[in-house]
Structures are given as structure tokens and as C-alpha cells.
């Protein structure tokens, strides 16, 4: 039996995401003729003038090519497995200043269907590139995003080593993004260890993340005795059962148990820190 060969620009366009530039395509095994046949058949679909892609593409990838940009900020960092905080309807870009050939399609309110960022790049950004690389999406959340966030999303960068501080220091940084710099650490385990000892710290007690007690885990051990445990939407059925069995456990050893929601921290800080600071004024952090 006959094997079929894949053509040329099949494997290069798979090898890419199934998007990519007509002229990464062309070669001595592929003329335009043969690319121009397959848009023909519905084997390619042609982006603009001069990108082709798969009818299966990515379809983000599709829409960066289509408006001349490159998927950025807390997009990129998403699709990276990043921390980010926050639910975003609209895809996050990125362009340089004055672009021309940006072209960004409206809904039916007329209002731009993804959130710009134009900025300079501070590593160079090849035109064929579809997504950010790691420093310049970690710019374009300092430009974007509240302090602290970002602060927990280039924290997440360090800690899975997709981004190296001493590569981005010796960066030109924007002022946000070198006082990001300067604070951030790579040892946070997730956003929430970013977010709340900076919250806390103010309160000048100890914090300790992820301390091991007794058998088991908690978010965060404040001075001696105060625990703080916060609930994610994985803590049902068997995992509250163990949760609700260790925290009677901490509570017969002379510990004191907060626990929380993770929309309480992120939503309704005030109320989080209020509970906090009434046991910390009753010392209840304090081994008795």
C-alpha cells in the first residue's frame, strides 16, 4: 500500500500552530501555486495578504494575525499557565506605538473587540511573531494590571523559571516594572502568597506560607497559633472532609483556624483583614 507524503507546508504549518506567514511556507517544495490550489480547496485558509493557516488554527492566533498584533499581557500569561487574576472577555494585545496595519474588529456596541496595549517592545519582536515573549508580556502587565496582581503574576514567571530576574534586570525597565522587579521573589506557590502576606504585613507578625502542621498543609500560619486557610473551588466533598478534620485537629492543639473563601480575599478584603486583625489584637497568633 501507497503512503501519502504530507506536503511541505503542512508540516511547517503544524509545526507552528497551523498558522504562519506565506513566505516561512514557500520554498524548493512549495510555490505559490500549489499554496494558492489549497486556499482553493479549503485546505488553507488565507489570513490577510500574508498569512495562511489551517481551518482548524488556533483561533486567538487567527484573530492576532488577522488584526496585526500579538497576543500579550494577561492573554499570553494565561495561555502560559501564569497566575493571573480577573476574568477577561476581551483577548489582550500588543502593538508597537504608530502602527499602521493594526486593525482591531468592533462589536456590535462599536466597541473594539480586544484591549490594545502599544508600547515599544523592550526585547525586539520579530513581524512574524503571533504571541509575546515572556519580558515583554511581563511589561505589558506592569502597564496594565494593579500592582499587587502583577506583582503575583511575574512572581508565578520566576517560580515555573519562564522568566529569569537577571535577564529581565538588566532590561530597559519602565519605572512600574522595575519597582516589580525590585519586590518580587520567585519562592510564592501562587498569587494568594503574593497578595495576602503583602496585605498583612503591615500587622508586623510573622506570615509563613504553606507551614506544615501537624500531618498536613495550611495557606498561612501567622505568628505561632493563628492559621489562615483559604478555599479554592476544589475544596468540596472529600477535600472538605479532610480539611474540616484537620482544622478540629489544630483547634484541640491550641491553634486558631480562619478559613476563608478565595473570592472573600480577592472580593472582600476588608472583611478578611477585619477577622484577622480582632484575632491578632486578642492574641490569639500567640503560643499560650
Same mark, same amino acid.
Given at each position: 500500500?501507497?503512503?501519502?507524503?504530507?506536503?511541505?507546508?503542512?508540516?511547517?504549518?503544524?509545526e507552528?500552530?497551523?498558522?504562519?506567514?506565506?513566505?516561512?511556507?514557500?520554498?524548493?517544495?512549495?510555490?505559490?501555486?500549489?499554496l494558492?490550489?489549497a486556499?482553493?480547496?479549503?485546505?488553507?485558509?488565507?489570513?490577510? +495578504?500574508?498569512? #495562511? %493557516?489551517?481551518?482548524?488554527?488556533?483561533?486567538? $492566533?487567527?484573530?492576532?494575525?488577522? /488584526?496585526?498584533?500579538? =497576543? !500579550?499581557?494577561?492573554?499570553?500569561?494565561?495561555?502560559?499557565?501564569?497566575?493571573?487574576?480577573?476574568?477577561?472577555?476581551?483577548?489582550?494585545?500588543?502593538?508597537?506605538?504608530?502602527s499602521?496595519?493594526?486593525?482591531?474588529?468592533?462589536?456590535?456596541?462599536?466597541?473594539?473587540k480586544?484591549?490594545?496595549?502599544?508600547?515599544?517592545?523592550?526585547?525586539?519582536?520579530?513581524?512574524?511573531?503571533?504571541?509575546?515573549?515572556?519580558?515583554?508580556?511581563?511589561?505589558?502587565?506592569?502597564?496594565?494590571?494593579?500592582?499587587?496582581?502583577?506583582?503575583?503574576?511575574?512572581?508565578?514567571?520566576? +517560580?515555573?523559571? #519562564? %522568566?529569569?530576574?537577571?535577564?529581565?534586570?538588566? $532590561?530597559?525597565?519602565?519605572?512600574? /516594572?522595575?519597582?516589580? =522587579? !525590585?519586590?518580587?521573589?520567585?519562592?510564592?506557590?501562587?498569587?494568594?502568597?503574593?497578595?495576602?502576606?503583602?496585605?498583612?504585613?503591615?500587622?508586623?507578625?510573622?506570615?509563613?506560607?504553606?507551614?506544615?502542621?501537624?500531618?498536613?498543609?495550611?495557606?498561612?500560619?501567622?505568628?505561632?497559633?493563628?492559621?489562615?486557610q483559604?478555599?479554592?473551588?476544589?475544596?468540596?466533598?472529600?477535600?472538605?472532609?479532610?480539611?474540616?478534620?484537620?482544622?478540629?485537629?489544630?483547634?484541640?492543639?491550641?491553634?486558631?483556624?480562619?478559613?476563608?473563601?478565595?473570592?472573600?480575599?480577592?472580593?472582600?478584603?476588608?472583611?478578611?483583614?477585619?477577622?484577622?486583625?480582632?484575632?491578632?489584637?486578642?492574641?490569639?497568633?500567640? /503560643?499560650?
Open positions: 500500500m501507497q503512503t501519502t507524503i504530507d506536503p511541505a507546508w503542512l508540516t511547517t504549518l503544524r507552528h500552530d497551523g498558522i504562519a506567514r506565506q513566505s516561512l511556507l514557500l520554498g524548493r517544495q512549495t510555490s505559490k501555486r500549489e494558492k490550489d486556499v482553493a480547496s479549503g485546505a488553507l485558509v488565507r489570513i490577510r +495578504r500574508s498569512w #495562511l %493557516a489551517l481551518p482548524d488554527a488556533d483561533p486567538l $492566533l487567527v484573530a492576532a494575525a488577522r /488584526a496585526g498584533v500579538a =497576543l !500579550s499581557c494577561v492573554t499570553r500569561a494565561e495561555r502560559l499557565g501564569l497566575w493571573v487574576h480577573g476574568d477577561f472577555t476581551k483577548p489582550h494585545v500588543a502593538a508597537p506605538p504608530c499602521g496595519g493594526v486593525r482591531i474588529e468592533q462589536d456590535d456596541a462599536d466597541n473594539p480586544a484591549t490594545v496595549h502599544w508600547f515599544t517592545p523592550v526585547v525586539p519582536r520579530p513581524p512574524h511573531t503571533l504571541e509575546d515573549g515572556i519580558e515583554n508580556t511581563l511589561i505589558s502587565i506592569a502597564l496594565c494590571r494593579p500592582f499587587e496582581y502583577a506583582l503575583a503574576t511575574w512572581e508565578s514567571a520566576f +517560580r515555573t523559571g #519562564l %522568566a529569569d530576574r537577571e535577564v529581565i534586570g538588566r $532590561l530597559k525597565l519602565p519605572r512600574i /516594572a522595575r519597582d516589580l =522587579l !525590585s519586590e518580587s521573589t520567585p519562592f510564592a506557590d501562587s498569587g494568594l502568597e503574593t497578595i495576602v502576606p503583602r496585605r498583612l504585613r503591615w500587622l508586623r507578625v510573622r506570615i509563613v506560607p504553606q507551614a506544615w502542621l501537624h500531618g498536613h498543609r495550611v495557606d498561612f500560619l501567622l505568628g505561632q497559633r493563628l492559621v489562615l483559604i478555599d479554592g473551588g476544589h475544596h468540596v466533598g472529600a477535600q472538605r472532609d479532610s480539611d474540616n478534620r484537620h482544622d478540629a485537629e489544630l483547634i484541640l492543639r491550641g491553634y486558631h483556624v480562619i478559613r476563608v473563601g478565595y473570592r472573600q480575599v480577592m472580593d472582600d478584603w476588608p472583611g478578611v483583614q477585619q477577622l484577622v486583625m480582632n484575632a491578632v489584637a486578642q492574641g490569639l497568633h500567640l /503560643a499560650r
